[in-house]
């Protein structure tokens, strides 16, 4: 009885000792291995967590991304709106983006009387400042001379003229000389001005006319210039406004072209356009005005391609555009002194020489 006891706390201890080594081990083994399953796990799931919501992210950011490009894009296409500035001047942005890119033959549009006036003696202020030293581009020493080069003139240039009259007059100087000269003579002389042969009885038949009717002198009135051969009111004009200092519009190629570009006037006749000029501008005004305009024409309002970026008035202009706008491309364009090359005159004032300009080289030479 007593043995039992010892053999029962024996055995007892003895399993006890044995299963409770391993039996601990085993389940402490498995708890530790459960918690630190988790515990690698639960850093994986984190992981995988933040992996799930780093894609978001990424997505956010590839959104953006895409996004920002659209942007980009956006900034580009309003680029050229930023670049219209290059195509029109500063001074006067709005006239000239609201003016087609094509030739301007038609009405003022929706400009006030009063608006054209200001405008259109603007610019001739404007070409005052640029062309101080403007002047008539024929040689001449009196009426005579003015009235016959102004004749020769026409289908030709000014330069041709001048390069061509100093042997006329060296031989015909006075109108009774050309009166009585031979046909023949004369038509060798004029040939290079071409139309030669017509020149020849203009000029010949309008000394004759001055000797007959005019006791040899050139007239100082309108009504008795237009009267000679081969005079019209253009030839008129330019002799008594340069010849006897009384006012007057020289409507020709240039300043025919001109007033229409500037949409002074939409009239395509010498005669109207004469006309509609001149209500706009003061008579004292009318010589050194086609002064300017001429000049214009001949050095930076081409007829075929016109410097526009090189113009100073470009801001006034409605046909702005028509020509090289680029300012580098259209200092290319310029002719005589403006683009350093010699005038028209082969004697010209001297303002103009101390311009810079240069005088024109005889016939024949270079």
Known sequence: MKEKPTAGAGGAGEDKGAPAKKAPA???????????????????????????????????????????????????????????????????????????????????????????????????????????YAHPELDFENPFQLVVATVLSAQTTDLRVNQTTPALFAKYPTPEDLAAANPEEVEEILRPTGFFRAKTRSVMGLSKALVEDFGGEVPGRLEDLVKLPGVGRKTAFVVLGNAFGRPGITVDTHFQRLVRRWRWTEETDPDKIEAAVGALFPKSDWTDLSHHVIWHGRRICHARKPACGACPIAPLCPAYGEGETDPEKAKKLLKYEKGGLPGQRLKPPQSYLDAGGRPAPPLGAG
Do not use: H, Q, Y
């Open 26 to 132: 085993g389940p402490a083994k498995a708890t530790a291995a459960r918690k630190t399953s988790p515990e690698k796990k639960t850093p994986a799931g984190k992981k995988a967590a933040a992996g799930k919501k780093t894609a978001p992210a990424a997505k956010k950011t590839a959104l953006a991304g895409k996004k920002a490009p659209a942007k980009k894009t956006a900034s580009v296409r309003k680029a050229p709106a930023a670049k219209k500035p290059l195509v029109a001047p500063k001074k006067a942005t709005a006239s000239v983006r609201a003016a087609p890119a094509k030739t301007v033959v038609g009405p003022a549009g929706d400009e006030s009387r009063t608006a054209l006036v200001r405008r259109a003696r603007r610019i001739n202020r404007e070409l005052a400042e640029v062309f101080p």
